[in-house]
């Protein structure tokens, strides 16, 4: 068994072929010139335009405004190997498939046919704007504000670490619309903000990895919107809507986790053949054949944790408490994957001439992006207390 392909019997011919093409296009596209475009933080404009002549950006959207949708399983596999080529472009699609969730779930008609069949074919990508300066993840104590002025929303406010921001042709903004309302939550709402809308795109932030993609400040002083670019029909919703798609989101966050992981112990695997020490190769030296064997320990559960959360999400179940789940253990086994494949390739492994110090340097995002997982394991605790407490009182 392949140590990227045991999940083959879940999937439809057609699905199955649609990860075999990403896989490679991994490998005859992405991988021969990331590191050049890493090293270098430049935008992969080419390879996101292969992206879209493939079909990648509307995975996530059915028919009738595309006839690509695949299960949320098969995407999680499609986005398990571009992470494999680099992270960061299924960093790009993460934003814009939640984004295209939260459309296609809670949008209007309206919404739906002016931005889904566009969305689908990357003629315009999206991002999300949540976090803010001094918020973090308290998105409940957001100060981006949106008061309504008759037939408009007057925007006014700050955000940071917006993916894509600069190549956003929509932007969803979550921001509030009833600062004085109680609870804070049932104030929030989405906004959906063409890129002429005239906010400000500030200074792209220096990250330690994730390079190739920008991460952004995003300013709102006095922005005038529409009404219609509310998410749905009804203020105060926003909040309950991006946490559904933030279910979302978060397997995707752990999809690309595995996908980070996976590269690292394919090249661990091979290198640790290729590498002799003391007449024999590394792997049969006992502590990096353990190293190994716990990677791949780590990633086949971390694998199908994620699969789980892909499957209730699918079947149209709740699944905050799977999604945590999946990507608290994703994030966490990639950043532990990432740091013993580095321990197996010695030198090498720290040497910016060899793919695993760009690996070590991605997977920290997964353990913080959508929502850190200290916040996940609140999020957990919380479920599983919840959910006991309703089983107790059905079986009473």
Known sequence: MAIHDDTGDDLDPTERAIVDVVKAFVDKDVKPVVRELEHSNTYPETVIDQMKELGLFGLAIPPPWNDGRVSSLCYVLATE?????????????????VVCKLILEFGTD????????????????????????????????????????????????????????????LLALLCKTDPDAIPAHSGISILLLEACSGYTVGRDLPKLGYKGVESCEVSFDD???????????????????????????????AARALGVALAALEDSLRYAQERYAFGKPIWQHQSVGNYLAEMATKLAAARQLTLYAARRYDGGYRCDLEASMAKLFASESAAQITLDAMRIHG??????????????????????????????????????????????????
């Open 81 to 97: 190997q571009i992470a494999r080529g680099w992270m960061s472009l299924a960093g790009v699609l993460g934003g814009h498939s």
């Open 110 to 169: 309206e919404q739906k046919d002016h931005y889904l069949p566009k969305l689908a074919t990357g003629e315009i990508r999206a991002a999300m704007a949540l976090t803010e300066p001094g918020g973090g993840s308290d998105l409940q104590g957001m100060r981006t504000t949106a008061k309504r002025s008759d037939d408009s929303y007057v925007i006014n406010g700050a955000k940071m670490w917006i993916t894509n921001a600069r190549h956003a042709g």
């Open 347 to 396: 030198s090498q492994g720290y040497s910016a001439e060899f793919d695993i110090e760009r690996y070590f340097r991605d997977s920290p995002l997964m353990i913080i992006g959508e929502g850190t997982n200290e916040i996940q394991r609140n999020i957990i605790s919380r479920q599983l207390v919840h959910r006991n407490a309703i089983n107790s009182i059905e079986r009473s």
């Open 223 to 253: 922005v005038r919107v529409p009404a219609s670019a509310l998410l749905g029909t009804r203020e105060g919703e926003g909040f309950r809507q991006m946490m559904r798609g933030l279910e979302f989101g978060r397997i995707q966050v």
